[in-house]
Nanobody, 125 residues
Framework: QVPLVESGGGSVQAGGSLRLSCAAS????????MGWFRQAPGKEREGVSS???????TYADSIRGRFTISRDNAKNTLDLQMNNLKPEDTAMYYC???????????????????RGQGTQVTVSS
C-alpha cells in the first residue's frame, strides 16, 4: 500500500485554480506533520507549505496569499487549494509526511519518512 497518493493536478491557464489532494492512512494523517513540495524542470525542489496535526500552517513566500493548505479529518486527506496560478507555479507537486514539521525541509528530502509519487501542475500564460 502506497502511504501517500496525490491527485488533482492538471493544466490550467494563468489566473486559474487547482486543488491538490493527498490521501493518507489514518495513522499517518493523525500522527504526522504533512506538507507539499514542488520541483520544476531544471530547478531545485522547494518546500511549498506544511501543516501540523492541529492545523498550524506555514507557507513559502512565493505562494503565500494564493495557496491554502488544509487537512480534511473526515477523509484523511491533505489538500492544497491553489488560486491565481502563475506560469512559474508549473512543477511536479509532492506530498510528504514526517513526525515533526522541522523534518519537512527540502534539505532533508531524501530522509523524509513518507513521500508521494507526485502530481503534475502546468500553468500556461
Amino acid at each position: 500500500q502506497v502511504p501517500l497518493v496525490e491527485s488533482g493536478g492538471g493544466s490550467v491557464q494563468a489566473g486559474g485554480s487547482l486543488r491538490l489532494s493527498c490521501a493518507a492512512s489514518e495513522y499517518i494523517f493523525s500522527s504526522y506533520c504533512m506538507g507539499w513540495f514542488r520541483q520544476a524542470p531544471g530547478k531545485e525542489r522547494e518546500g511549498v507549505s506544511s501543516i501540523t496535526t492541529d492545523g498550524r500552517a506555514t507557507y513559502a513566500d512565493s505562494i503565500r496569499g494564493r495557496f491554502t493548505i488544509s487537512r480534511d479529518n473526515a477523509k484523511n486527506t491533505l489538500d492544497l487549494q491553489m488560486n491565481n496560478l502563475k506560469p512559474e507555479d508549473t512543477a511536479m507537486y509532492y506530498c510528504a509526511a514526517d513526525r515533526g514539521c522541522s523534518a519537512l525541509d527540502v534539505r532533508f528530502w531524501w530522509t523524509i519518512r513518507f513521500r508521494g509519487q507526485g502530481t503534475q501542475v502546468t500553468v500556461s500564460s
